[in-house]
C-alpha cells in the first residue's frame, strides 16, 4: 500500500474495522454462492476484479500472483477464473482475509481490533496508548460524514482511477492481445 494514500494522521480504527468487515461480508456471499452453486458467481465476479488488479496486475507495477493461487494451480489465463472449481472457500478466506491477500492491501495491521482500549479510565487508556505508540484521537476518531459535493468527487475520482488503470492495461497488452 502506498503511503501516500493513506490520510494524514493514518486511517482511524473505525474506518480499518469498516473495511476489515467489508472484507468479511465478501467472503460470507461468495460463501453463499459456493455453498448454493450459484452460477451467476456475482460475488466471485466482483471480489475477482479487485484481486485481479490489486494483486495480480497492478498497474503501478509487476504484479505477483498470490501464492494461494499457485498452490491451488487456478488458471489466471480462463475468461473466468473465479469460477473454477479449484477455488475453494480456504482459498477464498486466504485471498480475502489473510496475510498476502486484500486484507494487506488495504489494512497494515490489526490495531482497530484494539477495542478494550476504549473501555479503560482515560488515563489507563492514555498510559497504555503511549506504551503501545498509539494515537487514541486517531484511532477513536469518527468518521468525516461527505457532503454531496465531496460524495460527488470521489466518486468521479474513483471512476477516474478504473479508467487510468484500464487505459494502462490496454496500453501494456500486445496487439495479438486485444484481437482476442
Not at 497492478?58 to 499457485?70: D, N, Y
Amino acid at each position: 500500500m502506498d503511503e501516500d494514500r493513506v490520510p494524514e494522521g493514518g486511517h482511524t480504527g473505525i474506518q480499518e474495522a469498516m473495511v476489515a468487515e467489508l472484507l468479511e461480508q465478501a467472503h460470507q456471499m461468495i460463501e453463499v454462492e459456493l455453498d448454493t452453486n450459484d452460477q451467476e458467481s456475482v460475488h466471485r465476479a466482483i471480489a475477482w476484479q479487485s484481486i485481479d488488479r490489486l494483486l495480480i496486475h497492478p498497474a503501478s507495477s509487476q504484479g505477483v500472483v498470490p501464492w494461494i493461487l499457485e498452490e491451488a494451480k487456478v488458471d489466471l489465463s480462463s475468461s473466468a477464473p473465479y469460477v473454477s472449481e479449484r477455488l475453494t472457500l480456504d482459498v477464498w478466506d486466504n485471498l480475502l482475509l489473510d496475510t498476502g491477500g486484500l486484507f494487506d492491501e488495504f489494512l497494515w495491521d490489526t490495531d482497530w481490533r484494539q477495542d478494550e482500549l476504549m473501555d479503560l479510565a482515560p488515563q489507563d487508556a492514555d498510559a497504555v496508548a503511549k506504551t503501545m505508540g498509539l494515537d487514541l484521537e486517531v484511532v477513536q476518531a469518527l468518521p468525516h460524514s461527505p457532503s454531496e459535493a465531496e460524495l460527488w468527487m470521489a466518486e468521479h475520482y474513483i471512476r477516474y482511477v478504473i479508467w487510468k488503470d484500464e487505459v494502462i492495461r490496454d496500453s501494456n497488452m500486445s496487439a495479438s492481445e486485444r484481437a482476442e
